[in-house]
């Protein structure tokens, strides 16, 4: 009988399968069923948004947010207009920071939302990805009555919004609100006491908080750690101290307390989307500075004034002043930032998108080490990984 | 430590001899180090009690045809208190290296590898610097601004190229 030899087992996972939702390719190494070792490969979703970026004008730049991360669209439309602003100087009027942060919670919902319908089917709760997927439907209806869009809304503007909410767009998001808190607590029932989702996710995937800060972290991953750190808290825009919500925090750094944090941001989410609805202002969605803010059109068809404004506006853009500013946002997978340079152009110098699931996606060759194979699909659903993101 | 004040202050007491350059912009604080010192600064900054940055990001900026023409931009955040800090180093020429902070903050390893291999800086000290975003046969550092944005050939007729640039040229900035 030979000798067993020690030796370990190079095996590929991806970049064209299921279970790493989207084109994620990893190189595992395993000593039997254990893993020792993992490396995961990015960029076969690389578009160079950077550098498109770089050459469009401040508005043209408004349509590529939504495609870098196509789950969380208004948060991360939302998060370059703040950059622009800041860039400029300028403050929306009030409606239009409480309508993007109305969106942008409905976003975090539906992001949310497809996390726990995929991580379902990856663990073979295949029914719990349908009702997911239909909750998020109802949402996208929203979405698509208030932009005409389900997903690539290029809904918000330099200043504000692209037009007001639509009738019946409180009604709506009411009703939805009041139907959602029974789903949570359904999905809730159906999956937290669930034997086999917890014996799936319970101390699997751990990533300890120094972990988790070393590989700069955000959003559910590092708060999973027990790491309190959100965006919305810690540096508050678009009036997000006005609100009352709580930041939930695991304590065991495991997927299932990932999956935890998710479940009531979700229901925070809808608190803060409450609280919006009941003070939403009235008054103007975007500002009357025509330098920065295109004119409505009713002004258009009566005004050579603002003919000229729109003109120079579409055609050549506007000149922000010489600087650099970094606006963030708590998108549903972290924090999305996006770090402008001006030269005093029409177009921006250097556009970098702090991509969250970046740095989120460094640390799971921490969290698979000594696992097995089927815990890495565990492990990338709980990162909740965008590859658009990822790559951009 | 609150505020981005004490922390340049502290920077400057930690290290003396350092060239410092601070600007303000937007409420934004950013520290100018020279390339040389980048990382003896950056471990300083890690160190300070009471903030324990994390690196929330690490990019670069092109200033081509300036010179000196890089600026790598390291933006720390201190989760509590909650202060950030821009921390950036010049570079020169065409063959740009600076020191790795992979041991500092081990989440800096695929940001530098993105910026190598975007922009062609090389980080010395870096355990794997390979590319990461782009293939690894392909030429050239994309998001330098010498890296002109073209558009593939088609086969087919009557189309008509735009690239983007192009659509609505660049205008210099007002006065």
């Known amino acids: 009988m030979p000798e067993p030899r020690a030796e370990t087992l190079t095996i590929n996972m991806g970049p064209q399968h299921p279970a790493t939702h989207g084109v994620l390719r990893l190189v595992l190494e395993l000593e039997g069923e254990v893993i020792v070792g993992a490396r995961p490969i990015i960029g076969y979703l690389h578009t160079g948004f950077e550098k498109e970026m770089e050459n469009r004008t401040y508005h043209q730049n408004i349509v590529f947010p939504a495609r870098i991360e196509y789950l969380a669209t208004f948060s991360e439309e939302m998060a370059y207009v703040l950059a622009v602003e800041k860039l400029l100087g300028i403050t929306p009027p009030p409606r239009a920071q409480v309508a993007r942060i109305i969106l942008a919670e409905l976003s975090r919902i539906a992001s949310h939302l497809v996390f726990l319908g995929s991580s379902a089917i990856d663990v073979n709760v295949t029914s719990g990805f349908m009702y997911c997927l239909q909750d998020r439907e109802e949402v996208l209806d929203i979405f698509e009555t208030v932009s005409g869009q389900r997903m690539m809304h290029g809904y918000y503007r330099i200043g504000g919004l692209h037009c007001d909410l639509p009738d019946g767009f409180e009604a709506r998001v009411r009703r939805l609100t009041e139907g959602l808190a029974a789903r949570i607590d359904e999905y809730d029932a159906l999956l937290t006491d669930n034997l086999i989702w917890r014996k799936r996710l319970e101390g699997v995937a751990v990533l300890t908080p120094q972990t988790a800060l070393a590989y700069g972290c955000t959003g559910p991953v590092l708060r999973g750690s027990g790491v309190n750190y959100d965006v919305r808290k810690a540096f508050p825009y678009s009036g997000y101290e006005q609100f009352e919500f709580d930041v939930p925090l695991g304590s065991n750094g495991d997927a299932f307390d990932r999956y935890l944090v998710r479940m009531e941001e979700m229901r925070q989410s809808r608190r803060i989307i409450l609280q919006a609805l009941d003070r939403l202002p009235g008054g103007p969605v975007c500002l009357d500075d025509r330098k920065i803010a295109l004119p409505p059109r009713s002004e258009l068809v009566r005004g050579m004034e603002a003919v000229i404004h729109h003109f120079k506006l579409v055609s050549e853009g506007m000149h922000p002043p010489v600087g650099e500013v970094y606006a963030a946002v708590e998108s549903p997978r972290g924090e999305k930032g996006y770090y402008l340079v001006s030269d005093g152009s029409n177009r921006p110098s250097r556009v970098r998108v702090r991509a969250a699931t970046f740095n989120n996606l460094q640390a799971l060759p921490a969290m698979v080490f000594k696992g097995s194979v089927a815990d890495v699909v565990v492990a990338i659903a709980s990162i909740d990984v965008v590859l658009g993101d990822v790559d951009r | ?175």
């Open chain 2, 1 to 175: 430590m609150t505020d981005t004040t004490a922390l340049v202050g502290l920077l400057r007491k930690r290290l003396p001899d350092l060239d410092l350059e601070v600007a303000e912009f937007r409420g934004e604080v950013t520290v100018m180090v020279p390339a040389g010192r980048a990382f003896e600064a950056l471990s300083a900054l890690r160190e300070v009690p009471m903030w324990l940055p994390a690196l929330t990001d690490l990019t670069a900026v092109d200033r081509h045809p300036a010179e000196p023409r890089f600026e790598v931009v390291y933006l720390l955040t201190g989760y509590e208190p909650p202060v950030r800090l821009r921390v950036k180093a010049r570079l020169q020429g065409e063959t740009p290296v600076i020191g790795s902070v992979t041991t500092l903050w081990p989440g800096a390893n695929w940001l530098e590898r993105e910026v190598y291999d975007l922009f062609g800086i090389r980080f010395v000290g870096h355990p794997d610097l390979a590319r990461i975003l782009m293939p690894d046969d392909w030429e050239g550092h994309p998001l330098r601004k010498d890296y002109s944005l073209t558009e593939e050939p088609v086969q087919f007729a009557g189309h008509t190229p735009k690239v983007p640039g192009r659509i609505i040229p660049k205008s210099p900035p007002r006065r």
